[in-house]
């Protein structure tokens, strides 16, 4: 590899694992392109089509066991998402945790992935990305919440998910309402039948985690643009019971978030400060915005 003074940046992972879940939760289709942004802070990658739908993945640098930064300014380039996923699954083997090294530019602009072997290991593995000059610019949605009153709820992840898949059967876009009292969300599909998944704030406040509303909403979106916010959420986020945010904008603008976990190995112990805490689980925070059909009912936003 390229020494490290002629690097923008350098980190490390402990395991490939989480940053593979993290980066699959914003992959929709085989071949998608991601514009990638480099800075101090961290690392944002967003994936977008048609105008309609982007994902950001936020990899602060404490998701990172080693984090060193010294470009100016931000650089952006573009990658193969699904060429990026594939490569870091050669860094993962069954019962074996194998630390990365990330570094960008190699000497011809690309991303480099090494692994970091134990001083007994006499294996190494090595991949170079070919990166691209960004060719547009991503879209910026400026969301901005509807009314005084921001509008939102949390819902299980594994529900959300399996709402939405159930969806699918009607065979139409997917119209969420939101009414105040009593306090409730219905997702219902219209098309070759017709599908309502309802869930009770007060009925159920395990699932429907928190409800924000103070006027009844309703707004239609493009089922195959719903459904890319949850098709790929990974199972440790599931199992995990987390929440999944689902916010609503001016204009029926949809912001959907999910937390997925970046973490050591379950063979390794776990990060310990000086004290002796044992720090909290470094987590990636990924943000869908979903534009709404166009067709909507203006009083929404009255």
């Not at 006499?122 to 960004?134: L, M, Q």
């Not at 119209?175 to 599908?195: K, M, W, Y």
């Not at 195959?224 to 440790?236: D, G, Q, V």
Request: charged share 20%.
């Amino acid at each position: 590899m390229s020494s490290t003074s002629s690097s923008d940046l350098v980190c490390r992972l402990d395991s490939a694992s989480g940053l593979i879940d993290a980066l699959s939760s914003v992959r929709w289709k085989r071949n998608q392109d991601a514009l990638v942004e480099l800075s101090e802070h961290g690392i944002v990658l967003i994936v977008e089509e048609s105008g309609c739908l982007q994902a950001k993945l936020y990899l602060k640098r404490e998701v990172f066991a080693s984090y060193e930064y010294q470009a100016e300014g931000r650089p952006r380039f573009a990658v193969s998402l699904g060429l990026l996923i594939d490569c870091l699954n050669l860094f993962t083997v069954p019962g074996l945790s194998r630390a990365v090294e990330i570094r960008y530019p190699g000497p011809d602009m690309q991303l480099l992935l090494e692994s970091v072997e134990s001083s007994s290991s006499d294996s190494c593995i090595f991949a170079e990305i070919r990166t691209k000059i960004p060719d547009t610019i991503s879209w910026d949605y400026n969301f901005q919440p509807a009314g005084s009153t921001p509008i939102s709820f949390t819902v299980k992840s594994a529900a959300l998910k399996e709402a939405v898949d159930d969806l699918e059967w009607p065979g139409s876009s997917v119209q969420i309402t939101l009414q105040p009292n009593p306090p409730c969300v219905s997702f219902r599909a219209e098309g070759h039948g017709d599908l309502q998944i309802d869930f009770m704030y007060y009925a159920n406040t395990d699932l429907l985690m928190a409800f924000h509303c103070d006027q009844q909403i309703f707004y239609r979106y493009k089922y195959k643009f719903l459904r890319a916010t949850t098709s790929n959420i990974p199972s440790s986020v599931t199992k995990d019971k987390r929440g999944s945010k689902l916010t609503f904008g001016m204009g029926g603008l949809l912001k959907v978030q999910h937390l997925v976990s970046v973490t050591r190995s379950s063979t390794q112990p776990p990060h310990v400060d000086a004290s002796g805490y044992q720090l909290p689980s470094r987590i990636a925070y990924i943000e869908f915005f979903v534009k709404p059909e166009a067709d909507e009912d203006p009083m929404n936003d009255a």
